[in-house]
């Protein structure tokens, strides 16, 4: 299964980007715009397209003018084929079309997640053998480091395995420990499959 699609952005760099159709509303002309402006405040943008909403402006709306407070002319909404540079219309409609594309890459994606099979838990007890090699001054220090704090005789580790999708579980004791290398050279029993030590006393 391949990865779940990322949007890339035409422009705005490492802002947050709103891409969910539940926060632009449709609205994606006021995205690209707020976007090209510098707006940094995603609620802002939301709160603009909830405007927009509301006020049923057109889908291609870019932003709500503002009149100058003295003069008459009312607040109306500006479409992108009413912003004057072109290279600027064309700016907005650049990332409209590219939020357009992640949104039907990630529909394809979500019913590629849908249509897999449901998947179950299984606990598999796998015979293994782990190395561990521990610094210490003597080989009855480098078995009691294999204690863990509580003093209980087995040890958990748990560890994400991603491959495997699961948790891989670790059940050391040191009880079980054998000696297979050192590199001190006063200890002189050579390792075994027997344990090679007992413990100090």
């Known amino acids: 299964m391949t990865d779940a699609p990322v949007f890339e952005a035409p422009f705005g760099g ?3 980007h709103l891409t969910s159709p539940r926060d632009h509303r449709g609205y994606r002309h006021i995205v690209a715009w707020s976007v090209g402006m510098g707006a940094t405040s995603t609620d802002f943008v939301k709160e603009r397209c909830r405007q927009a ?3 049923q402006a057109p889908k291609d709306a870019v932003y709500k003018s503002t009149p100058n407070p003295n003069s008459e002319e009312v607040p109306q909404w500006v479409r992108v084929g009413d912003i004057a540079r ?8 650049t990332y409209v079309k590219a939020m357009l594309a992640y949104e039907k890459k990630l529909k394809a994606y979500r019913k590629q997640v849908a249509d ?9 007890n796998v015979p293994a053998t ?5 610094k210490a001054p003597s080989y009855e ?8 704090a509580d003093g209980k005789p087995g040890h958990e580790i748990k560890q994400i395995t991603p491959r495997i999708n699961g948790t891989l579980l670790l059940l050391l004791n040191r009880e079980d420990a054998e000696l ?3 590199d001190d050279p006063d200890y002189k029993t050579p390792p075994t499959t027997e ?3 007992p413990l100090s006393t």
């Open 14 to 16: 490492a802002m947050v």
């Open 53 to 55: 909403e509301a006020e």
């Open 86 to 93: 072109p290279e600027n219309r064309e700016r907005v409609e």
């Open 116 to 124: 897999l099979p449901p998947l179950h838990s299984y606990t598999l």
């Open 130 to 134: 782990v190395t561990i090699t521990v």
């Open 141 to 148: 220090a480098a078995h009691a480091a294999l204690a863990p």
């Open 180 to 182: 297979v290398a050192t």
């Open 195 to 197: 344990r090679s030590m």
